[in-house]
């Protein structure tokens, strides 16, 4: 076993847009989903960033990547490319499958959901299939993706946060926050962080494109391998603007990219970078994935709208409503509207965290904190998209 602990090592990040493709497919893409044996349509935006240019399930796309479609307007929480990379599929967090390009629909949960909300998907390799997972390890599987066992029996400490397949398709991993491993099928257990201290939780894997082994990334961007995935470095040392929020590997499994919930991207090894989104105005990206030949990337926004709120500064000293000092990562909320302790992802400002209130917070308005009242005047009053961050 082999794991390597938030050590900062070549770390490439931009803070620009660079070659970020914007290209959209000219033939209709829609997601469907199967009820009952039904097949209803929902409506999915055609672009990258749907009628508003922002929103939940909108695809971004950097060097030769394609941006076949979007579903704007859902809570996409993963994304998986087809085994040609000429399309994707999104999963919503109520197991909604949307289809864009070259993937085709195999199925969706009912309208109704699951008991736990659906984390991730992952591809079957011939592409003509595919598994969900929910949080609670449960496993839903379409087409030729077989269902080799869940981990929806099992006593979990940690909820799980996604899944990885092997090259043959007869297995899979789990990973747990905690970095518990859960295999099945073919998939050999190579090692965990159940046993370790983190210093964040994990919130993605990737597996090695031999099958024999495999990644986890921590929400700080620290990388934990396993088996021969080699560890190419972390941004577990480096001050990060927004959490890292999936990972994808190179086609040689000599590199990775990682992605934080502002678009921005992380490159190493021998994975190039292409661009990244740099910004905080499409909502909270959840999910990336690369092209077969390395030579681009999708990024997809999720988290669930809240919908627009008005946003106004206060600058004074002390402590919140929940005892905490004051500080830029809090905010103040009408808690009837948002519970205390929720993590929001606020369009151009970014993740914030719940913990204030204030008299005249009521409703649809939210309160940021500015360390003087020269930023708050800077700031004035604005109306901001505001989701829950995953």
């Not at 992952?122 to 598994?131: E, F, L, V």
């Not at 994935?289 to 206060?314: P, S």
Request: hydrophobic residues 40%; charged residues 15%.
């Amino acid at each position: 076993m082999q794991h390597s602990i938030h050590t900062a090592a070549r770390l490439k990040r931009r803070g620009r847009l660079k070659r970020l493709a914007t290209r959209a497919a000219a033939a209709t893409a829609v997601g469907a989903i199967a009820l009952g044996g039904l097949v209803g349509l929902e409506v999915a935006g055609i672009g990258t960033a749907g009628a508003d240019g922002s929103g939940p399930g909108s695809v971004f796309a950097a060097g030769e990547a394609t941006v076949y479609g979007s579903a704007t307007g859902n809570a996409v929480t993963g994304m998986a490319r087809t085994p040609t990379g000429h399309g994707y599929w999104l999963a919503t967090s109520k197991g909604a499958v949307f289809a864009f390009g070259d993937a085709q629909l195999f199925g969706s949960l009912p309208a109704g959901g699951t008991n736990q909300p659906i984390v991730d998907i992952a591809s079957a390799p011939d592409g003509k299939g595919y598994w969900l997972v929910a949080r609670d390890g449960g496993i839903f599987n379409f087409g030729s993706a077989r269902f080799l066992g869940s981990a929806g029996d099992h006593p979990l400490n940690q909820p799980i946060v996604g899944m990885a397949s092997t090259p043959t398709g007869a297995g899979y991993w789990l990973v747990a926050e905690d970095g518990g491993i859960f295999a099945f099928g073919d998939a050999q257990y190579l090692g965990s962080t159940g046993d370790v201290r983190l210093n964040q939780p994990i919130v993605g894997m990737a597996s090695a494109p031999n099958g024999k082994g495999y990644w986890l990334v921590a929400r700080d961007g620290g990388i934990f391998a396993f088996g021969d995935a080699p560890f190419a470095g972390s941004a577990g040392g480096s001050r990060l603007n927004e959490p890292i929020v999936g990972m994808a590997s190179t086609p040689s499994g000599h590199g990775y990219w990682l992605a934080a919930r502002d678009g921005g991207v992380f490159t190493y090894g021998d994975a190039v970078f292409h661009g990244s989104l740099a910004t905080t105005a499409f909502g909270p990206v959840v999910d990336i994935d690369a092209t077969g030949e390395g030579d681009g990337h999708w990024m997809a926004t999720g988290g669930r709208y809240l919908g627009d709120f008005e946003v106004t500064c206060y600058a004074l000293r002390g402590f919140t409503a929940s005892g905490r000092p004051v500080n830029r990562q809090f905010v103040a909320v009408d808690p009837r509207v948002i519970p205390l302790g929720t993590e929001l992802f606020i369009g151009g400002e970014g993740t914030r965290f719940a913990q204030d209130t204030g008299g005249a917070i009521k409703g649809n308005r939210i309160d940021i904190w500015r360390p003087t009242s020269d930023e708050c005047r800077e700031f004035g009053r604005k109306t901001m998209p505001v989701f829950l961050s995953s």
